[in-house]
Every structure is written in structure tokens, then in C-alpha cells.
């Protein structure tokens, strides 16, 4: 009875703190919950399932042709959510290799036929989380499925910057999985200013700064270009879901913020 009711305890705090995730990012909810004492991968398998149908359930809402604009926009933001998170829990030991694997193939089914650009994007972000974990333990398989993407990205009429994306986890991949030119930005609307600050694919921040809510999007992207010391070639700006920035050039940052949490 002290086991269960150990177990009921442990249940109940990892989804307490799912529920509070609202504010914090996928790899601090992970460590979260890595951090509720005697918690096991085993125990956890409850919540993994679960979260394992948001995603099942939000790829099927993607895939409808009946799906409206508004449900795919909400799908979609879950759909991102989902894959940092379980790709986060993966890596604190609360999710299984097989998880990840079963994403990944639901993600980029078999076949030839290139795949949605959202399906894309999802792979290189959950790929961004645990590639460098997976090298470790399965790099054959690792090795193949960026090969695949690849091929299928030459086949594709994606855009620039999901081609750029493509590009640049075939190049992480080959080098330690130490991304240089990815930077993920948070923007958070404080008065009539907004406070920007951007972080590497390993988690340091590279920089912080206020910018006027009236500023238009190329201003931010020029922003973070002149606060590194040594400006990439190529700089790909995403959001926390994996998202691109959009490439907008008459959106003001206060509108896009806006639009972003509708």
C-alpha cells in the first residue's frame, strides 16, 4: 500500500507540474519532473503515454482536410510543445529510446514522397534536443534518418529557411552536435517595450535587449546580428516551439507578440 500511494503521490506532482508549464520551457519542466524524488521511467509511463497522445492526436488534426486554419494554428503550437517536451524527458531518463524512435518514423513516414514542412521542422527540433544523446546509443539509425530527411528536403519545394534548417542538422551532426548558427529567441511584451533575449541550441543566452513594441521584425533580426561579436554568414532565428521567426517585414514585433498568443 506505501508503494502505491508512493507512486499516486509521485502521479499527481508530475502532473501538477505539466499543468504549470505555461511559463516555463520544456528542458525546466523536464528537470522538473526528473526532480520528484524516486520517480522512475517506469512509474512515469502514465504521463508519457499521455503526452505521447497529444501528439498522435495533433499530427491526425494536421492531417485532416477538414481541419480549419484556427484548429491547425493551435495544433500545431501543441504539436511543437509536445516534441521538445518528450524530447527533454528522453533525455533526464523519464522517456524511452523507443519513444523517440516511434516519433521520429510518425513523423517522417516511409515512402519517397516529401512530407508536410511542418513535419520537418518538428523532426529538426526534437533532433536538436536529443541528437547528441542518440548518437550515443544508436548512431546507425540516427545516421539514416538525417540522410532521409535530407533526400527528401532535395525533392522538396520547402522554403529557404526549412532547407537552411535541413542543411544545418546534417552539419551539427557531424560535429558533435554543437549548432553555431541557430539562435531560439523569447520575446515577452513588459509596457510599451519588449524584452528580447536569445539562447543557443545548448542553452546559453548570447543576448538580451529592449526594443520598442513598434519595432518591425527585420529591426530584431538586425538587433541580434549587432549584438554577436563574430555575425554568422547565416543566422536562423526560431521560436521556443521550434518555429521560424517569420520572415515579415511590415509585422511590428508588438503585433507578432500579439498574434502569437491569440
Given amino acids: 500500500m506505501a508503494a502505491a500511494d508512493r507512486l499516486a503521490d509521485n502521479l499527481h506532482q508530475a502532473m501538477f507540474i505539466l499543468k504549470m508549464q505555461e511559463e516555463k520551457t520544456s528542458r525546466q519542466i523536464a528537470e522538473e519532473l526528473a526532480s520528484v524524488e524516486l520517480l ?17 492526436g495533433s499530427l491526425r488534426i494536421l ?34 529510446c523507443k519513444v523517440i524512435h516511434r516519433m521520429l518514423a510518425d513523423l517522417i513516414p516511409p515512402g519517397d514522397v516529401p512530407p508536410a514542412e511542418f513535419r520537418v521542422m518538428c523532426s529538426y527540433s526534437l533532433l536538436t534536443v536529443v541528437g547528441h544523446a542518440l548518437a550515443d546509443v544508436d548512431a546507425s539509425h540516427l545516421v539514416a534518418f538525417i540522410g ?5 528536403t ?3 519545394s520547402f522554403r529557404a529557411p526549412t532547407r537552411r534548417l535541413v542543411e544545418e542538422l546534417r552539419g551539427i551532426s557531424t560535429t558533435s552536435w554543437q549548432p553555431k548558427r541557430v539562435l531560439t529567441v523569447r520575446a515577452e511584451m513588459v509596457a510599451s517595450h519588449v524584452e528580447v533575449s536569445c539562447t543557443n541550441m545548448g542553452g546559453e543566452q548570447v543576448c538580451a535587449f529592449n526594443m520598442m513594441a513598434s519595432a518591425k521584425l527585420p529591426d530584431l533580426v538586425a538587433e541580434v546580428q549587432s549584438h554577436i561579436l563574430n555575425p554568422f554568414d547565416v543566422l536562423t532565428l526560431i ?3 521550434g518555429a521560424l521567426l517569420p520572415d515579415d517585414d511590415e509585422t511590428t514585433i508588438g503585433d507578432w507578440l500579439r498574434d502569437l498568443h491569440e
Fill in 239 to 241: 521560436l521556443e516551439t
Fill in 63 to 96: 492531417d485532416s482536410p477538414t481541419t480549419c486554419k484556427a484548429e491547425a494554428a493551435r495544433a500545431r503550437k501543441r504539436l511543437a510543445t509536445m516534441v521538445t517536451l518528450l524530447g527533454h524527458l528522453y533525455l533526464v531518463k523519464l522517456v524511452a
Fill in 148 to 152: 532521409k530527411l535530407v533526400e527528401l
Fill in 154 to 156: 532535395a525533392k522538396s
Fill in 40 to 56: 522512475t521511467a517506469e512509474e512515469f509511463e502514465p504521463v508519457a503515454k499521455a503526452l505521447v497522445r497529444f501528439f498522435d
